[in-house]
């Protein structure tokens, strides 16, 4: 019994993973509607970097989540059989997709043409990333905490959650400043409040779940305090986002900077939460 932080290093792959998809999309759709400037274009494509170094950690987290690193490429040898192989393999591959075509239009060597084919390829590799991050959990019968429709909600949630702003800030990184930009909070928004819906459905259904040695809520007694502090934590993110806007101007950066980690900081508390309420089924699971 536990909040799951045991599992820290799964907690920082999944949430950066799922934040870096949302925003390489957020950034790939403001490359491909046209109306920046080529100047902007490239600094757009320069802000990217935010992203693979977000990955590049995530990766590096999940590697020490393995008994022995040096075996990482074992986690490759099941490929099509194995979730967790599917998982590392769809992510490797919108890694190095993406990182690869970012270097590209950087020096200059990424024709416009097949730019927009980059794009959307990394974007849809950015997508099925994520839903093959859902697959690992989601496809275990014996553990019925997460053989519901909540692990993927709250794993889609995080990209919708996280992305829009992490894009946002790349976006002021490198300058941007467009009437579009306005609709991310907006989405963002709508996702915590989706979310707050999930929490409070999920916490009703584990009163329901239990097998013949364990009740599925005792194990996070803190469930709902944990949960109520995500909101909070989340909503201060958002908070430090929209209020300047409200008030006429563009967030500054650092601004947004701390609206970010505000935001990593209450998506790990809620995957904390996931990884504390593992169970298996033991001789009987009702629900």
């Known amino acids: 019994m536990g ?3 045991h599992e820290w290093p799964l907690m920082i792959f999944t949430v950066l993973g799922q934040c870096v998809a949302g925003g390489f999309i957020v950034l790939a759709l403001a490359l491909m509607k046209g109306e920046l400037s080529r100047e902007q274009q490239r600094l757009v494509i320069l802000s990217m970097f935010g992203l693979w170094v977000l990955m590049g950690l995530g990766f590096i987290a999940s590697i020490l989540h393995l008994g022995s690193p040096l075996r990482a490429f074992n986690s490759l040898n099941r490929i099509g059989a194995s979730s967790l192989s599917n998982e590392i393999a ?3 591959v919108f890694f190095a997709v993406g990182g690869i075509g970012w270097l590209l239009a950087v020096i200059n060597k990424l024709p416009q043409a097949l730019r927009t084919v980059w ?5 849809v590799l950015g997508v099925f990333f994520v839903w093959m991050m859902v697959r690992v959990y989601n496809t275990i019968d014996t553990v019925p905490t997460w053989y519901s429709i909540w692990t993927p909600m709250s794993f889609f949630l995080t990209m919708f959650i996280g992305g829009p702003l ?12 467009g009437w579009a930009m306005r609709l991310l909070p907006v989405v963002s928004m709508l996702a915590l ?22 009740q599925a ?3 996070v007694p803190a469930y709902g305090s944990l949960m109520a502090w995500r909101l909070v ?11 300047p806007q409200l008030k006429g101007r563009q967030p500054a950066v650092p601004l947004l900077s701390l609206a970010f980690v505000l935001m990593f900081v209450g998506e790990l508390i809620g995957r904390g939460v996931f990884y504390g309420l ?10």
Do not use: F, K, N, P
């Not at 989340?234 to 908070?239: G, N």
């Open 193 to 214: 409040l989706v979310s707050a819906i999930v929490v409070v459905m999920q916490g009703s259904e584990l009163a329901t779940i239990h097998s013949s040695i364990q």
């Open 119 to 123: 794009l959307v390829l990394t974007m």
């Open 166 to 177: 992490l894009g946002y800030l790349l976006l002021r990184v490198a300058g941007v400043d």
């Open 233 to 243: 934590v989340l909503v201060l993110a958002l908070v430090c986002w929209i209020a």
């Open 3 to 5: 909040s799951g932080w």
């Open 278 to 287: 593992h169970m298996t089924v033991g001789m009987a699971v009702a629900s």
């Open 217 to 219: 809520s005792a194990l």
């Open 90 to 92: 769809s992510g490797s």
